[in-house]
């Protein structure tokens, strides 16, 4: 999965989708990143080849607290919206179980945060990727 923001869709959105849709033709699954802290319009999420909106983590994060009544309208109407789209919908920013919990009744596909995993050096990361690559590896030789 590669992550745009909604800044670079605003700024440049033919270079932008045309881009995503040569991404998305090698099979790429493009994200749109912090979806809901800037504007794209409806017109533009429509017009591209993107496979997975990411919930800003502000409208997460303010899940926990008793001002919630908004932002929960709001986090309910993204996920409905991109399933309605055939997009899979993630929740960034998750910093407790409650705030997970809720996000998974509300039909969130994934979530990140503190709460599920702290972020790790990319020494880490590239030692636990080794191994599924070369699995792949041998699945296609």
Do not use: M, W
């Amino acid at each position: 999965v590669l992550e745009i923001t909604e800044t670079s869709i605003i700024t440049e959105f033919e270079r932008t989708k045309h881009v995503v849709q040569q991404l998305h033709d090698l099979g790429v699954v493009v994200s749109i990143d912090d979806f809901g802290a800037g504007f794209t319009s409806l017109a533009h999420l429509s017009n591209l080849a993107v496979g997975e909106l990411k919930l800003d983590r502000a409208f997460v994060t303010r899940l926990a607290t008793g001002e919630r009544t908004r932002d929960l309208e709001l986090v309910r109407a993204t996920v409905e919206l991109g399933h309605a789209l055939a997009l899979r919908v993630v929740a960034e920013g998750i910093e407790d179980r409650e705030t997970l919990e809720l996000l998974s009744e509300l039909g969130c596909d994934l979530a990140q945060g503190y709460f599920i995993a702290p972020p790790k050096p990319a020494e880490k990361l590239a030692f636990r990727a080794a191994p599924r690559a070369r699995s792949a590896e041998a699945l296609v030789a």
